[in-house]
């Protein structure tokens, strides 16, 4: 068997194969925050709590109506972007002339009153939620045994990491909304409703968060601290792409999940701390993070 | 309406007075229920341990005192743990704490009740400390320990045919202790340890990697020395991941098997000192507590609340309630004169370094077919009795044994 230092080929190639598919749950979360930042200027620390939403309301659409994986997959993410709606138009818009510190305190106390009304109605062990059964089973690629639903995982983040990206980037829509962000008045004048544009991009930012939820239910405990437990981590992420970056939030999300991967063999028990070296070292070299422009 | 200061005071002074004239009649035992109401123990101990708690004053009925129960939250922290204590006994007369689920919140209490002269019964607590090199005279240590855990569960699959290990460690003192004492039954029963990798606790959510190397050493058994969501994030992954290896839950409650779902935890393996389905005294338990949960079943640790408080009424009753609350000490040392015997452990004792012994049970997880509905989750494999499942008295270490 051939080695790579020091560790047989077929495990390293699991190990990044795995880091792989924990990056695209970085990537999918840290895309919605990134968005958020991007076009509102609001440090959302509520995202790990709506992702949590996400997953909870795949489980209540399952358990009491009966809703399938697929549907839930579509509808979960329409309930929490509502949700979003309810939020951005009722507290977070009173926030956008004030200092980012608000916006950062006020989603960090919804964060907070969110999972602890969740903990008191589920408890903190959380639900099971099954695999849906199109996606069972696993596939073996000679070094390792895939999952079939974790290559699911990784396709879907990548492909509506594109269909974002594609959005904000290469449509009108995206033009106009880039536009709104540096000049709002001026896009207001062009008679397109700024304020209506930016509650649906915040709830499609937190219906990203809510699409990993659901994508994340049947492979992680569904429990109201899964949010919390994710959240420090993709802020990182962001932090490392560059704030509000796009592009910067993927390509980073993807690769510091391969990074996090190959931690766990070499130390394992700094797998979790490796990423916030990476920061700081990032933080040093390009303060405004890999893909980030300098103010 | 206007108050005159004077009268202010008059009433401030009657109301204080009254209960004191009161209590002087027939004195009143305070219980405090010292839980995780909002971290990731709630659902092994938190409100139900509450529950247990006055199911056992309401059977035992007030036989010339009063008892009352205080809850409340450590938030999993040993100084706000010790300083609701301290509140509990200098400003409120509580006299007796108890279920602790947290091990370190339990040895900081533990501390405080000896110094106050109070009693201390950890329900909810691991680590063996609190009958080894921590133990003292206030203190009772109820339900389970690592050292049952890791005897009962270790012990019997080493037996069974599982002579190669590889442990999955929560990195801090808990999970150390845990793949220490496992992977001493298993080098004693002529088993090997293949390996051990340490994961950063908390924060891991994602155990595939490490569940990959346990694959690759080709262990027979991967030991799980984790707890609460971490074992409920492992189980959850092997089975995803495919992995054929028998999985030892060294420390999972009934309450993550029903988080987890039948289909997920089947062929587990596990040890508890108490389930509900056990036998018609443990059923006639878990349907007395029903109006209080109705949506759950009681577990060991809860169960272990609702012994060990009938148990303390029994002995403060025999020895006079106002006795039992002038020394914590005493009241001990006369609860390990008296046998227990309860609905929930059935007959047992407490021994000289404050360690309740009864039985340890080895339990498989159903598969979904032999299972009759929710919390129907268990078949018994084996019974460890009482006087093997806990660490022999003189290897303790424990200072009150040897003087």
Known sequence: ??????????????????????????????????????????????????????????????????????????????????????????????????????????????????????????????????????????????????PIYRGWVVLASAIMCLITWLIIEKTSIGATLRAATENAPLV???????????????????????????????????????????????????????????????????????????????????????????????????????FGKAA | MTISRRALIGTAAAATALPLAARAQSPTIRIGVLTDLSGPYQDIAGVVSGHATRQAVEEFASKGFNVEVLVADHQNKSDVGVAVSRQWIDRDGVDVIIDLANSAVSLAVSGVCKEKNKVCIATGAATSDLTGKACNPNTIHWVYDTYMLARSTGGAMAKAGGDTWFFITADYAFGHALTRDVSGFVTAAGGKVL???????????????????????????????????????????AREFGITQKLGGLLVFLSDVHSLGLDVCQGLVLSESFYWDLNDRTRAFSERLKPKAPTKRPTMVQAGNYASILHYLKVANAMGAAEAKKDGAATVARMKATPTEDDCFGAG???????????????????????????????????????????????????MVNA
């Open chain 1, 1 to 146: 068997m051939f080695m790579i230092l020091g560790y047989p080929a077929p495990l390293m190639f699991g190990q990044l194969l795995l880091g792989l598919i924990n990056g695209a749950f970085f990537a999918l979360l840290s895309l919605g925050l990134a968005v958020i930042f991007g076009m509102l200027n609001i440090v959302n620390f509520a995202h790990g709590a709506l992702f949590m939403l996400g997953a909870f309301v795949a489980w209540g659409l399952l358990n009491f109506l009966g809703v399938n994986y697929w549907v839930a997959l579509l509808l979960a993410p329409l309930i929490v972007g509502f949700f979003g709606v309810l939020l951005e138009k009722t507290l977070i818009s009173r926030l956008y002339k004030l200092d980012h510190l608000y916006g950062l305190l006020l989603t960090f106390g919804l964060a907070l009153v969110i999972e602890g009304l969740a903990r008191n109605e589920f408890g903190s062990s959380g639900v099971p939620y099954p695999i849906p059964s199109q996606l069972q089973g696993a596939m073996n690629l000679g070094f390792m045994f895939m």
């Open chain 1, 188 to 290: 207001q004048a062009f008679g397109i409703n700024v304020p209506r544009m930016i509650t649906l991009t915040y709830a499609g930012g937190v219906a990203l968060a809510a699409f990993a939820g659901v994508l994340a239910a049947p492979i992680y405990s569904v429990n109201p601290n899964m949010g919390a437990n994710f959240i420090i981590t993709v802020f990182a992420v962001v932090v490392i792409g560059g704030m509000g970056s796009i592009l910067g939030s993927i390509v980073t999300g993807f690769g510091l999940g391969i990074i996090e991967g190959l931690t766990k063999v070499f130390y394992p028990q700094g797998s979790s701390v490796v990423i916030f070296v990476v920061m700081v070292i990032v933080l040093l070299v390009r303060p405004a993070g890999l």
């Open chain 2, 195 to 237: 390996g051990d990798v340490r994961t950063p606790f908390p924060g891991t959510t994602d155990f595939s990697s490490f569940l990959l190397q346990a694959q690759a050493s080709k262990a027979k058994v991967v030991g799980l020395s984790n707890a609460g969501a971490d074992t409920i994030n492992s189980i959850k992954q």
């Open chain 2, 349 to 399: 004792s407490i021994r000289a370094d404050g360690r309740k012994i009864h039985p340890c049970y080895l339990f498989e997880v159903k598969k979904p077919a032999e299972s009759k509905g929710p919390w129907d989750y268990y078949k018994l494999l084996a019974t460890t009795p009482a006087e093997e499942a806990f660490r022999p008295l003189k290897d303790g270490g424990c200072a």
